[in-house]
């Protein structure tokens, strides 16, 4: 397997309009829109979450250059209750639109994770300093990752890797009350070499760590693509899990006709396991931003 990622850019650095296209152009003319109201959606757009059994969330960096207030009024006017994957200098911004931040980014990249005990140290050491400040911001969770396989490093290392840098952690978070979560991604189309790719793997490494405080982020576009089988796969593993993600599949665009997963359903098996977290919107809109995240708050809204 391929581990150069030299040229590779981490999805957390995909920030420039160019990157997500013409798509972008309706709400990235930010001059345009006022800062005293929402976002005007078109006419037939769908209105976005009612019911709300399903806390919603939007993934910041999905929508490139954006500023981060138009988002948030953005999220606001469709029922959405929160903008995550934000950095430390953007934790306050949502409340300001009443809002919350639903995943703080945490101290490793993805493809320099903890699966190495060198890196472990700094991990630890980053990790006390933020988490109090988690706690502090009101965030319930901090993202981290496995990091990249190597022809030195097993699977199974990598795991034993991972639980030990973990372990020196969760006892903070437990008596802080904060979740760490670990994002399942696949390895074949967007982020090859990556350990944490299917969910028996995350599984067990949870169960390895023991701790109530620490889950994983169940990407259902990504293990769409690694494994399938989504709907069994969240109900039998409910309990490991601590957040969720989507996108349309394939291609990471809008949760529409032209992808193959039901998320209708998918939502419904979610509320069905008694999940009370969120879900976060993390797909790239391929031509109006507002429409399409009004869609699928409406879709997930079940």
Not at 62 to 88: H, N, P, Q, R, Y
Not at 91 to 111: E, M, R
Not at 152 to 161: C, E, I, P
Request: net charge neutral.
């Amino acid at each position: 397997m391929n581990t150069d990622h030299s040229n590779h850019i981490p999805r957390r650095q995909l920030l420039t309009t160019a990157a997500l296209g013409a798509g972008m152009t309706g709400l990235t003319a930010s001059a345009n829109i006022s800062m005293d109201s929402p976002m005007p959606l078109p006419p037939s757009a769908p209105t976005g979450a009612t019911k709300k059994r399903l806390k919603q969330s939007v993934c910041r960096w999905c929508f490139g250059s954006t500023k981060l207030e138009d988002l948030c009024k953005l999220a606001s006017s469709v029922g959405i209750a929160s903008v995550e994957l934000l950095s430390e200098k953007e934790w306050h911004i949502p409340a300001q639109f009443g809002l919350t931040c639903a995943v703080a980014n945490g101290p490793v990249t993805i493809n320099k994770g903890i699966n190495r005990p060198d890196s472990h140290d700094a991990f630890v050491k980053e990790s006390e300093r933020l988490l109090p400040l988690v706690k502090a911001a009101n965030i319930p969770t901090m993202i981290v990752f496995s990091g990249n396989r190597a022809p030195d490093l097993s699977d199974a290392d990598g795991l034993k890797n991972c639980a030990a840098a973990l372990k020196r952690i969760t006892p903070l978070a437990e008596s802080l009350g904060v979740t760490i979560i670990m994002e399942l991604l696949n390895s074949k189309v967007d982020h090859k070499g990556y350990m944490c790719d299917r969910t028996p793997w995350g599984v067990n490494l949870v169960n390895e760590v023991g701790s109530d405080r620490f889950k994983l982020l169940y990407d259902i576009y990504h293990m769409q693509i690694m494994e399938g089988d989504v709907i069994r796969t969240i109900t039998d593993h409910a309990k490991a899990i601590g957040h969720y993600h989507t996108a349309g599949v394939p291609g990471r665009r809008d949760l529409d006709d032209k992808q193959e997963l039901n998320y209708k359903a998918i939502c419904e098996a979610i509320v069905a396991t008694g999940y009370n977290g969120y879900l976060g919107q993390e797909f790239m809109p391929k031509a109006d931003p507002a429409a399409a995240l009004a869609a699928a708050a409406t879709i997930c809204d079940v």
